[in-house]
């Protein structure tokens, strides 16, 4: 795109994009020289952020085919990113080609190519939200086209409520996406955490802070708060490459330097 069609678009490409920062960091290709450059900072000080990136997704995509393969047929992606291989709706629809996937995101790029994405898919949709107010992204007309919320949703959170501090409530932020479920419905949640950390995960939320989106890494009772009013299912809340793994793993979870967990209403 133009430099016209960036500004019109809302891109910002005087600082880095969290989600663009991902997609450079799982090996995709929708990201700008400021998010690549602000990627290799990190590297430099936390060398194993790629794996961390790479292994929360394939969590995420063990999560939605473990809610598919229980009956669930409707997903709804709060902060979505960028449209990779293995995106939720190629999980689950590999398994119900009628399942419904709403992903939500606010990061203009990440919205156009999705679209593009997703323009022959009659059963997913890209919402363009801030997913911090639920009312609207709840409201929406896409949302409520796509998903009967009389009928079981997994709202799914990965790697999203890191960028929320305290002060903002990301308990009640959940809450509000929790109270429209109905009982079978689930919640994916993962999180960048300080347990099992060293100083290298300081420096990197150091970088992070003067990137204009700073990040809370939160411990694991931490995270189970966040999931109050939800059953969280075995194994708990555990690093994401022990989140019921496909094969045996072969790097200490802790190098994941993320949580996660599935609840059930």
């Known amino acids: 795109m133009s430099d016209d069609e960036h500004a019109k678009r809302g891109v910002d490409l005087e600082r880095p994009n969290a989600a663009r920062v991902y997609d450079y960091m799982i090996g995709g290709k929708l990201n700008y020289a400021v998010d690549r450059a602000f990627a290799d900072r990190i590297l430099e000080v936390l060398p194993s952020a790629r794996h961390m990136a790479?292994?929360?997704?394939?969590?995420?995509?063990?999560?939605?085919?473990?809610?598919?393969?229980?009956g669930v047929r409707q997903f709804l992606d709060i902060g979505s990113g960028m449209p990779t291989v293995g995106h939720v709706h190629e999980v689950v629809q590999a398994i119900d080609p009628a399942s419904k996937v709403v992903y939500v995101d606010n990061e203009p790029i990440a919205v156009t190519h999705s679209e593009i994405v997703l323009e022959d898919n009659e059963n997913a949709a890209m919402v363009q939200a801030d997913a911090e107010y639920p009312d609207e992204v709840l409201a929406h007309p896409t949302t409520r086209a796509m998903?009967?919320?009389?009928?079981?949703?997994m709202v799914i959170m990965a790697a999203f409520v890191h960028f929320i501090p305290d002060e903002r409530d990301p308990a009640g932020l959940i809450a509000k996406y929790a109270d429209v479920l109905a009982p079978g419905g689930y919640l994916a949640l993962s999180s960048a955490t300080w347990d099992g950390q060293g100083e290298e995960s300081r420096r990197s939320v150091a970088l992070y802070e003067q990137s204009g989106t700073p990040l809370t890494l939160r411990s694991s009772d931490e995270l189970r708060a966040l999931a109050d009013g939800f059953e969280i299912l075995p194994p708990g809340v555990v690093f994401t490459p022990e989140w019921r793994p496909d094969e045996p793993l072969e790097d200490p979870p802790e190098r994941s330097g993320g949580l996660a967990l599935v609840g059930r209403k």
């Open 54 to 70: 790479l292994v929360n997704r394939a969590w995420l995509r063990r999560a939605v085919r473990f809610a598919a393969e229980r």
């Open 147 to 153: 998903l009967d919320f009389g009928e079981p949703v």
